[in-house]
């Protein structure tokens, strides 16, 4: 098996612009011996999103890719129907705000009554049906081979990335086989799931042969989330809570972390697994090393 050791940006339909100017700000500030430094921090923006006349919530984002990150939460809280025609998504820079239209006329003042706060970063928010939405999900049989988790966090690790560059930040990547396709970030991994799953809806991307690549927890609502998305692999570097667990075995859904260099934990769905690799064979993770600033 070969694993890659290097990620072409071209690679990827959609990858992190760690050099974009909105996304961070330059900070000054000393280290532990008093020496003065700048480093690059993530900017908060809010984002309001409607959903045609209703106001449905106010998220804290780094502020790309507004537009997927409504469609994708509308989608995932099940504000969008499957059948739903989409007419229109206005995106105004200045107030902040992202309109999202249909067809069908929307009402949902009972739902926001009924919200759950969630342990997601930014706090995150599922609304209190979520849950039944996942009655009757049928996620797609298939094979996992091990050489492509391998490879896959090989290459996403190498991926130059506003993590890299500016830390808290989580990333979500969506993969097909042993390929990265489209990775986002953002300060709380539910926003950059949402913008994957905006952007399936957007493209019309099948859900049935993907993976979904998070560096951050899998907890309840990110299962949640990939199964109401229709991805049948959910991967992290990150560990697990027992909800997501029992939820991800509720669904058939399979379910890796602690993905690091030659290691990983599944814990659920390991009937798709397909043991083609040599864990021996790979090479362990290297430590993380940050970009210095200019100033250092």
Not at 37 to 50: D, K, N
Not at 149 to 177: D, F, K, M, Q
Not at 258 to 281: H, I, K, N, Y
């Amino acid at each position: 098996m070969q694993l890659a050791t290097a990620q072409e940006p071209s690679d990827f339909i959609i990858a992190p612009d760690p050099a974009a100017p909105r996304l961070t700000r330059a900070v000054e500030g000393v280290d532990q011996t008093g020496a003065p430094g700048r480093i690059a921090v993530v900017e908060e923006r809010p984002l309001t999103i409607y959903l045609n006349s209703q106001e449905i919530v106010t998220a804290m984002t780094i502020g790309d890719y507004p537009e997927y990150l409504a469609l994708g939460f509308l989608k995932n809280q099940g504000m969008l129907l499957p059948d739903d025609t989409v007419t229109g998504v206005d995106y105004d820079e200045e107030l902040e705000t992202v309109v999202v239209r249909t067809a069908r006329k929307t009402s949902y003042e009972e739902k926001l009554k009924k919200k759950t706060r969630t342990s997601g970063c930014a706090v995150g928010t599922v609304f209190g049906d979520m849950m039944e939405g996942l009655e009757g999900v049928t996620l797609p049989a298939g094979e996992l081979r091990t050489s492509w988790l391998y490879t896959l966090s090989a290459r996403i690790n190498r991926t130059p990335s506003l993590y890299l560059e500016a830390g808290a930040i989580h990333g979500t990547v969506l993969c097909r086989e042993d390929r990265p396709l489209v990775y986002m970030e953002d300060v709380g991994r539910h926003n950059a799931v949402d913008k994957i799953a905006g952007w399936m809806l957007q493209t019309g991307e099948g859900a049935a042969d993907k993976i979904l690549y998070t560096t951050g927890r899998l907890t309840s609502e990110m299962v949640i989330k990939t199964a109401m998305m229709g991805i049948p692999v959910l991967a992290s570097r990150s560990g697990f809570t027992a909800w997501g667990v029992e939820i991800a075995r509720q669904v058939g859904l399979t379910l890796i972390g602690r993905m690091r260099g030659q290691r990983f934990v599944c814990l659920s769905g390991t009937e798709r697994l397909v043991w083609d690799a040599d864990p021996s064979a790979v090479p362990e993770e290297e430590k993380k090393h940050r970009r210095k600033s200019a100033a250092e």
